[in-house]
């Protein structure tokens, strides 16, 4: 599996901590140093299953700066068994010009569209771009044009939103095309350095409270429920049959290339991550790898890292996964999340129910070697 980082956008989001810019000065100088990792990182010469680009906005580049790189991830890559490749996209780049160019790659087949919200109150709280015509119009757009595997971002908890008003975004998500086949809903999140924190440090914007927080997510679960979506993560949603199998293959720890500033890899046992600079990242690559820093995971590692993951999914934690070592520490450290039932033991697994799937970090921690 691959990912590529596009680090570019329109305007920053409030809330966004993804390293990316405004200014587009460099794009064409990035985009040359990409297409050079691309050529140049090393990885196992095996088909490639699933590709997400992802950012930033890679709906921001044209048709021809999109085709650019994936020239080259053809190049580079056996992309001839992709089950799924993924674009990340902003409603107001869905024109269907646009949406057209994308078809005529003939590689994309999922849209991944930052809706976050059909309220224009609640957009302009976030600094989007789009109104909330614009995101029904971009969902239609790209379902007439033959998309039919589209998954859209909704977010929760805003300053703005009430229950009701949460409520009535999920009521909007019944009325798109069949072609939406997967919801991802994710609770606000106050990063540090982002400018919703500034906004809250300095009162502007007051923080929903922890329980208008845990109703909104109820009313997720139960929408979900109702309209034939699958919860399958804690804040991911599918049609039967459409879970994403790229961030599925996150969850349980398989191997990924990352490529781009910023982008993390991999490879089973140590992990690499890029400069999140496009200048130092575009310099580097001029003089051959791209600039990264790296570690190699201990046995400790690799255990908590798959209970964080494997505890944020309905499928929990797979006895099978545990290393021997770890067996009984997780047998032992289980039993109290057993007996107040924020956990259930299974055969073969320890899973979450649905209140413990609220507490997964929490329990995740406790949890820990």
Not at 106 to 122: A, H, K, T, W
Request: proline letters at 5%; glycine letters at 6%; charged letters at 20%.
């Amino acid at each position: 599996m691959i990912y590529v980082h596009i680090p570019y956008c329109h305007r920053k989001c409030t809330y966004c901590a993804f390293y990316s810019v405004v200014s587009t000065a460099h794009l064409e100088d990035y985009l040359n140093a990409l297409c050079r990792e691309i050529e140049v990182r090393e990885w196992p010469d095996q088909p490639i299953r699933t590709l997400y680009l992802g950012g930033g906005t890679p709906s921001l580049l044209s048709p021809a700066q999109l085709g650019k790189v994936v020239d080259a991830l053809r190049r580079r890559f056996d992309l001839s068994q992709i089950e799924e490749a993924t674009l990340e996209c902003n409603p107001e780049d869905l024109i269907p010009e646009y949406i057209k160019a994308l078809l005529e790659l003939r590689l994309f087949n999922r849209l991944s569209i930052g809706i976050q919200s059909f309220n224009d109150e609640d957009l302009l709280t976030l600094n989007r771009r789009h109104s909330a015509a614009m995101a029904f119009e971009a969902v239609r757009n790209a379902a007439e044009a033959g998309f039919d595997n589209i998954s859209i971002d909704l977010i929760y908890g805003l300053p703005s939103q009430d229950i009701d008003g949460w409520q009535r975004n999920l009521d909007a998500v019944a009325t798109l095309p069949k072609a939406v086949k997967h919801l991802s809903a994710y609770s606000l999140t106050v990063e540090p350095g982002t400018i919703l924190s500034r906004q809250i440090e300095i009162g502007k914007v007051k923080p929903t409270s922890e329980t208008t927080l845990i109703d909104q997510y109820n009313a997720l679960c139960k929408w979900a429920l109702v309209n034939g979506f699958e919860q399958y993560e804690i804040s991911n949603f599918a049609r039967p049959g459409f879970r994403s199998r790229h961030n599925s293959r996150y969850w349980t720890r398989e191997p990924y290339l990352g490529l781009g500033a910023s982008a993390h890899s991999f490879d089973g046992s140590s992990r690499r991550w890029n400069t999140a600079d496009i200048a130092k990242y575009i310099g580097s690559l001029a003089n051959g790898d791209a600039e990264h820093g790296s570690e190699t995971l201990t046995d400790t590692d690799a255990f908590n890292e798959l209970v964080m993951t494997s505890l944020r999914t309905t499928a929990g934690i797979q006895k099978s996964s545990v290393a021997p070592q770890f067996s009984q520490h997780l047998a032992n450290a289980v039993k109290p999340f057993i007996a107040n039932g924020l956990i259930r033991e299974t055969p073969s697994s320890f899973e979450p129910t649905a209140s413990g799937l609220l507490q997964a970090d929490c329990i995740a921690a406790s949890l820990m070697a």
